[in-house]
């Protein structure tokens, strides 16, 4: 019986140590869904200046920076969750932090022209907390002239 006894209360110690290291987090990525699913907590967005960019024209090889200005018009903070372009040629910044309600930012990419020579029409895919859609589309051209 004491046996018996010893080995329980062993197990339940040994137990109790596993789980107090076991520490309850939520990543980054799990509170950016949680930020899509909740609809209580999606707000507005307002493009400040124009969703669409006209670049002009440039060399081949040159890497041309493009931004967005937006304003979170809502009451809630804006989470962007995702940024990602309509192909590898552009890189796009994702911001990291929420915006407040009334607080202004940027979308910002890097359009790399190499072999891209002629017209390029280009999208950039914004991923946030948003309604009436959870995705706004931006888009820019550039016309890529050989060197």
Known sequence: ???????????????????????????????????????????????????????????????????????????????????????GCTIPETPKEPFAAGAEGFIKAKFNSSGRTGMNHKAIYVTANTRPSTTQQLEFTVEVEKK
Do not use: Y
Not at 20 to 46: G, M
Not at 70 to 87: D, R, Y
């Open 1 to 87: 019986m004491k046996k018996a006894l010893v080995i329980l209360i062993s197990a339940a110690i040994m137990a109790g140590c596993n789980n107090s290291d076991k520490k309850v987090s939520i990543s980054q990525s799990t509170a950016e869904n949680l930020a899509l699913k909740d609809s209580t907590n999606f707000t507005t967005l307002q493009w400040l200046d124009s969703t669409h960019r006209d670049l002009g024209k440039v060399k081949e090889g040159e890497q041309v920076e493009v931004s967005f200005r937006f304003k979170n018009t809502g009451t809630k903070p804006l989470v962007i969750v995702n940024v990602h372009p309509s192909c």
